[in-house]
């Protein structure tokens, strides 16, 4: 009887401990499953115990599972995935996410929506290949599956994100112009990227080496800080030291670390990133960043939520990818946003 009773409890802590995985707020009991707004700490739905609940209820159940809970990017991905859903109506909606960039933790959200009743999921692929196997898994299980920003070599319903290649082409373009406008015809440049193997931000970084061929400008090799400001900014500033003329960020997190490395220099390099947030739009209006390619994270969670609402109807979904867009925002258009 001892021996049954601590397999039980054992059991109860392995369950725990893989949902707190899922979610930034998240305690060890089953409950704490439903997916937490890292912004406002404020439940994005209860998660149904099961399909046959959700079916009971008559709702679709639909989750959107990002590479992180760390980036205002998500949180606007969130409120456009909301939008959707009250708009729809007859949604159960909720958002999972790691606390940190992480394979296996992004995983265990895949297969805990999965085992919560899901009917489709939104994700955003923290790489191309590592979630494919529990992607599978949900689509064997009639999961609808939506990919958003970052993709993951598995089929889907649809794909919606930026054509993040020519978001960094422009990036770099806009980096040479201020460059030659302050004189300055060659040196090295420096990259801060999230990993060698988010979908995303490598295109970035592809598309802004593309900018400086041709030029005298070399690009040193691309450091990474996991998406994390702190680490970053040391990344940056230890660019900074070594010489460089220009920063490069290729996510939120790293262009707020590239931008505040530079501020602290008092503004030596000319300094561009991606993604549009509080601190990046400060850091713009200081000058510390010359401008950031601002997506439409929102339009992704607001349409996906469409495309995945279609699929499980029996609707078809076209086009197979929507291009969300993207804009640069630079100091004027910064002090346009008050």
Known sequence: MKRKVLAVLLSIGIIGSSLAACSPSASSSAASAAAVSPASGE???????????NASSGKKKI????IDSMDQHWVNMDKGCKKAAQELGNIDYSWLAPDVKDDQKQIECVNN??????NAILIAANGPDAVTSA??????AGVKIVQVDSFAN???VQKLGTNNVE??????EQVLKALKAKGISKGNIGVVSVNAATTSTVNREEGFRSAFKGTDFKILATQYGEGD?????DIAANFITQGVVALFGANEGSTVGVGNANKESGDSVVAAGMDKSNAVISL?????LICTMAQNPDKMGYQGIQAAMKAMNGEKVTPDYIDTGVSILDKTAAEKLG
């Open 167 to 172: 978001a960094g082409k422009i990036a770099g």
């Open 63 to 66: 989750v959107l599972i990002t």
């Open 113 to 118: 929506a999965v085992a919560s009743g899901a």
């Open 229 to 233: 400001a702190v680490k970053s900014k």
């Open 154 to 156: 598995y089929p889907c």
């Open 284 to 288: 713009i209006k200081d000058g510390s």
């Open 43 to 53: 439940s994005g739905g209860q998660p149904s115990g099961s399909a046959t609940n």
């Open 135 to 140: 992607l599978k898994e949900a689509d064997t």
